[in-house]
Nanobody
Framework: QVQLVESGGGLVQAGGSLKLSCAASGIIFSIFAMSWYRQAPGKQRELVAVIASGGWTNYVDSVKGRFTISRDNAKNTVTLQMNSLKPEDTAVYYC??????????WGQGTQVTVSS
């Protein structure tokens, strides 16, 4: 059974930091691309950051320079370090594991709220 369990969300003031973690089980973690998505109320889910199995990373423009995605294949975890948070970063953040488009798994989401 595949499980992706996110943690680390919460309430933070603008300018603050949070670190999200996603612990994966039931998959060969090292071969999956891992991503963080977010969905704000009334908006579509958007890709925030991705880290490929080989370590290549990419970010949505709005978080470049503020967020860092990383992975630890020994611990089957992916993290998203979020600095200089803004109110517009408020959303439910989801962890995703994808293998070449045909294996796709999601976590349950964790709420991030940034107050102004």
């Amino acid at each position: 059974q595949v499980q992706l369990v996110e943690s680390g969300g919460g309430l933070v003031q603008a300018g603050g930091s949070l670190k999200l973690s996603c612990a994966a089980s039931g998959i060969i973690f090292s071969i999956f691309a891992m991503s963080w998505y977010r969905q704000a109320p009334g908006k579509q889910r958007e890709l925030v950051a991705v880290i490929a199995s080989g370590g290549w990373t990419n970010y949505v423009d709005s978080v470049k320079g503020r967020f860092t995605i990383s992975r630890d294949n020994a611990k089957n975890t992916v993290t998203l370090q979020m600095n200089s948070l803004k109110p517009e970063d408020t959303a439910v953040y989801y962890c995703n594991a994808n293998r070449r488009g045909f294996l796709d798994y999601w976590g349950q989401g964790t709420q991030v709220t940034v107050s102004s």
